[in-house]
């Protein structure tokens, strides 16, 4: 099993949602992140709740097979970038045990 987080612009998250459902990856996590990376552009702002950031993305969540991981990536790719600095960055990493929270028991089950 895999981990996918993706970092991308809030603009684009809809647009990238709906490809990963069309694609049958429909259980993701989607949050608000903001981050401090090395991009800025002249009409940027500081955040208000976090006075140290200054880009709003989208963090993407999605734990899926291994197999799956290059087709998930190349979606995020083509539908979230834009070609220019700033569209964000996508981690995987390997995910060794999952527990249902129900009943506190290693799953064995299939994504």
Do not use: Q, W
């Amino acid at each position: 099993m895999r981990e996918i987080k993706a970092f991308i612009r809030e603009k684009r998250s809809n647009e990238v949602i709906e490809a990963l459902r069309d694609a049958g990856f429909n259980s993701l996590t989607v949050s608000e992140a903001e981050g401090t990376g090395k991009y800025t552009k002249k009409d940027d702002m500081p955040s208000f709740r976090f006075p140290v950031t200054h880009s709003k993305m989208s963090k993407l969540e999605i734990v899926c097979k291994k197999e799956d991981v290059e087709a998930i990536v190349k979606t995020i790719h083509e539908h979230g970038g834009t070609g220019e600095r700033g569209d964000g960055l996508v981690y995987v990493s390997e995910v060794s045990k999952i527990y249902k929270v129900r009943t506190g028991k290693e799953s064995r089950e299939d994504i």
